[in-house]
């Protein structure tokens, strides 16, 4: 009878081991790791062109555990007040097939697409502030606001980065005209302009101007073509 009651008892206590293994193994370990609380983009304040492709932000992350993650939570303008002139979608042309080379415009359209794309976004894994060609931000300064994120929490940084757009500027090397040359956007997608120089009062054709010399002063474009009433850049 005893050696049956010592079989018992140890049943029992065998049972409530495993409860106890089972509850531990169930538990939430906590996860480690910490956001620094100095972290900060380097140069806060940036500038930008209105309409051109930018990459903006250079984040500190401190001694905070990698990786971190970024979104932006909100941009305001000078004033504080919400805007949405970063919010808008613009037409970004994409490519689904390699591209050998010697397609014709009929194959070629074949193998891109456009999808409607944020003109302001940030990348989630380094926190920079990537701008398309192609939008149409109004000149001012706005303020982002970014949430900064890892395994153990998150942390939202006010005024994170605060960026001034300006307007494209074109600088000239033709002080000597008597009539400055004229630029006209020709295109949005992708952004295409006419430079258009005078002789005497009268336009000149593209191949009769040329507007590649001392590029590094200012304008860096790609060149499309000469046109009756211009060079198309």
Not at 42 to 50: D, L, T, V
Not at 101 to 118: F, S
Not at 125 to 144: C, D, M, R, S, W
Request: hydrophobic residues 40%; charged residues 20%.
């Amino acid at each position: 009878m005893k050696h049956y009651r010592k079989i018992y008892w140890f049943l029992i206590t065998a049972v409530f081991a495993c409860e106890a293994l089972l509850m531990t193994a169930c538990t939430k370990v906590p996860q480690p790791g910490s956001i620094a609380p100095d972290i900060s983009y380097k140069n806060r304040k940036q500038y930008a062109i209105s309409g051109l492709e930018q990459s903006i932000g250079n984040f500190q992350a401190s001694n905070s555990t990698l990786p971190l993650k970024f979104e932006i939570v909100e941009v305001r303008e000078l004033k504080g007040l919400k805007t949405t002139a970063l919010t808008q979608n613009i037409p970004v042309v994409i490519y689904k097939e390699p591209i050998v080379g010697n397609e014709t415009p009929a194959e070629l359209a074949l193998k891109t697409d456009t999808v409607m794309t944020p003109a302001v976004s940030i990348n989630q894994f380094t926190g920079q502030v990537e701008i398309l060609e192609g939008n149409k931000i109004p000149a001012g300064e706005y303020h982002f606001d970014v949430r900064v994120s890892n395994q153990s929490g998150s942390k939202v940084l006010t005024d994170a980065l605060v960026i001034e757009f300006k307007e494209f500027e074109v600088k000239t090397w033709s002080a000597g005209m008597l009539k400055q040359p004229e630029i006209e956007r020709v295109g949005d997608t992708p952004n295409q302009i006419r430079f258009v120089g005078y002789l005497n009062g009268k336009p000149l054709a593209g191949d009769k101007i040329d507007f590649t010399k001392n590029r590094a002063a200012g304008f860096k474009g790609t060149f499309v073509n000469d046109a009756n009433d211009g060079e198309i850049w």
